[in-house]
């Protein structure tokens, strides 16, 4: 059974820095692409950042870009969002989801997932 498991969340202060995973079972991500969306309260699961299943493409929410880095370890079957200089704003759940894809790109869009993870809270504050 495919399954995403994200871990790492938790509570930092302004400016800080996580590190989230999101593990796979029941499948390699070998050829899958990875995204990272967030959601918070009240408003719509917005994408942050994804990689291709090569991990040669990778693309970045606005609001993110040069302080999250997404990253991949196929040996480990475990994708990565290094999180960096910490805002309030960044306060959400987060998710991972996948979908298959060996093309050379990866989208923000929700719809183009097909498997999630449960979701795990992350909260930025003093």
């Known amino acids: 059974q495919l399954q995403l498991v994200e871990s790492g969340g938790g509570l930092v202060q302004p400016g800080g820095s996580l590190r989230l995973s999101c593990a796979a079972s029941?499948?390699?991500?070998?050829?899958?692409?990875i995204g990272w969306f967030r959601q918070a309260p009240g408003k719509e699961r917005e994408g942050i950042a994804c990689?291709?299943?090569?991990?040669?493409?990778?693309n970045y929410a606005d609001s993110v870009k040069g302080r999250f880095t997404i990253s991949r370890d196929n040996a480990k079957n475990t994708v990565y969002l290094q999180m960096t200089t910490m805002k309030a704003e960044d306060t959400a759940v987060y998710y991972c989801?996948?979908?298959?894809?060996?093309?050379?790109?990866?989208?923000?869009?929700?719809?183009?997932?097909?498997?999630w993870g449960q979701g795990i809270q992350v909260t930025v504050s003093s």
């Open positions: 029941g499948f390699t991500l070998d050829d899958y692409c």
């Open positions: 990689i291709s299943s090569s991990g040669g493409i990778t």
């Open positions: 989801g996948t979908t298959i894809s060996t093309l050379p790109l990866c989208r923000l869009i929700k719809n183009w997932y097909d498997y």
